[in-house]
Each structure stands twice: as structure tokens, then as C-alpha cells.
């Protein structure tokens, strides 16, 4: 994941309270580095957490002229077969979800969101080249699922899997470079509150059978994703 940095809280005249866990990961020619607070985001019955953080760039990450620009993408993905197999032809992978935000230089049409306090505490200690980054999920599309592997696969195992990218490009659909992005995995959860019907619901679902239950699945994240 990366390297975890511990961010002091202000308390009165100087001093300091326990801080808090930030998460924290740069690109291999270390120009960009992406801070984040959780990499777990919540979905309370249609309301998600926002998914924000700050980008630090280096003043020197983008040339002088240059048509570069930074940018900031979440990414959810369906796999449903071997990873392997796809050296054959055959993609196993199905995009579900994609956001872009342009953070470097940024444009002045963007909407501004309010700035969390993680995030001003991060442009704070950072400096004015540290960006701020705030995604919005929609409720409606489907929470992290990974389905275990069978003992001894090396396999990416089959499921959704959520992913944010940090990278330098002249456009967000170009393929970035590996020297000049960041790749970091997140979750987006579901809520569970308990009731009574979900004991009714429990008692209906039999997954001892693994093959119908694998196809289930497809089926269901099939549809959901149609509605995306």
C-alpha cells in the first residue's frame, strides 16, 4: 500500500494531541505522492463516504510547455475469469466505474467541494503544492466482492475491486507511464444494520455449493452493472 504518516493535531498553545493515520504513496520517480485518511469507504444506504485526500506535486513534475497535466481517478472493475486466459484474447474484465478529476494545473469551470479537515490540515503541513481530490460514488454501484481463490492460484482473484490512480498525462483516457503514477487498491463497503428480516434472508442463501454460487454472482453484478 505505502508508507502510513502521522499527522499532529493542534490543541491551544502549541500543543499537540495523538494524530491521526494518514496514507501515504508515491510514484517511482517520486514527483507525485498521494495522501489519503482511510482507503475503506462506506456505503449508509445510498450515501457513500467521499473518497478525498491531496496530491503533493513536485514543481518539476511537468515541464515547462508542456501539454501534461495531473490527474486523479477512481476505478471499479468486475473480474470474472482467470487473468492468465486474457493472453488468449479473451478479457475477463469488465470496466464498471470511472471518474476523472483534472488537480494539476486545475481547470476553473471544476465545481470546489468543502475542504475536509484531513485535507486542510494536509495543505497545511504540505505547502501550496499540495492538491486537494474529492470523488462522490453514486449508491448504486456495487460494494467490493473478492471470491477466494482455490489453494495455490497466483491468480488476481475473481470479484470488484476498487482502485485509485494518480498520474501524469495529457489527457485521462492516455495510458500513463509507470515512472509518473500511483496505483492504490480502496474498498467501497455496505452498512449492515441487523434486523430481524435479515435472519429470514440468511436462513434462504446456501453457498455450500460454490459453483452455483460463483454464477449467482455473475449474474447479480451482471445486471448492476448494466445500470451503471
Known amino acids: 500500500m505505502g508508507d502510513h504518516d502521522m499527522l499532529d493535531q493542534e490543541e491551544g ?72 486466459l486474457d493472453v488468449l484474447g479473451l478479457s475477463f474484465r ?11 494545473p486545475r481547470p476553473r469551470s471544476e465545481p470546489r467541494y468543502r475542504l475536509s479537515k484531513l485535507q486542510e ?34 491468480t488476481k482473484p475473481c470479484g470488484i475491486d476498487y482502485e485509485m490512480r494518480a ?14 503514477s500511483v496505483r492504490l487498491a480502496i474498498k467501497k463497503l455496505t452498512h449492515a444494520s441487523h434486523s430481524p428480516h435479515d435472519d429470514q434472508v440468511a436462513a434462504m442463501l446456501d453457498v455450500q455449493d460454490g459453483f452455483c454460487f460463483y454464477h449467482f454472482l455473475c449474474l447479480f453484478l451482471t445486471a448492476n452493472s448494466r445500470s451503471v
Not at 94 to 104: F, G, V
Not at 133 to 154: D, Y
Open 167 to 180: 498520474f501524469v498525462a495529457s489527457a485521462p483516457t492516455d495510458r500513463p507511464e509507470k515512472q509518473s
Open 121 to 154: 490540515r494536509l495543505i497545511r503541513k504540505l505547502g501550496a503544492n499540495a492538491h486537494p481530490f474529492t470523488f462522490r460514488l453514486p449508491g448504486c454501484i456495487p460494494s467490493s466482492v473478492t471470491l477466494q481463490p482455490e489453494a495455490g492460484s497466483t
Open 13 to 84: 498553545e502549541g500543543r499537540k494531541t495523538p494524530g491521526t493515520r494518514v496514507f501515504k504513496k508515491s510514484c517511482p520517480n517520486a514527483k507525485i505522492t498521494v495522501y489519503v485518511g482511510k482507503r475503506d469507504f462506506i456505503d449508509h444506504n445510498g450515501q457513500v463516504d467521499p473518497i478525498d485526500g491531496v496530491v503533493l506535486v513536485e514543481p518539476d513534475c511537468i515541464d515547462e510547455g508542456s501539454d501534461k497535466k495531473v490527474f486523479v481517478q477512481v476505478l471499479a472493475a468486475f473480474r470474472h475469469g482467470r487473468e492468465d
Open 94 to 104: 469488465k470496466d464498471l466505474y470511472e471518474d476523472n478529476l483534472q488537480i494539476y
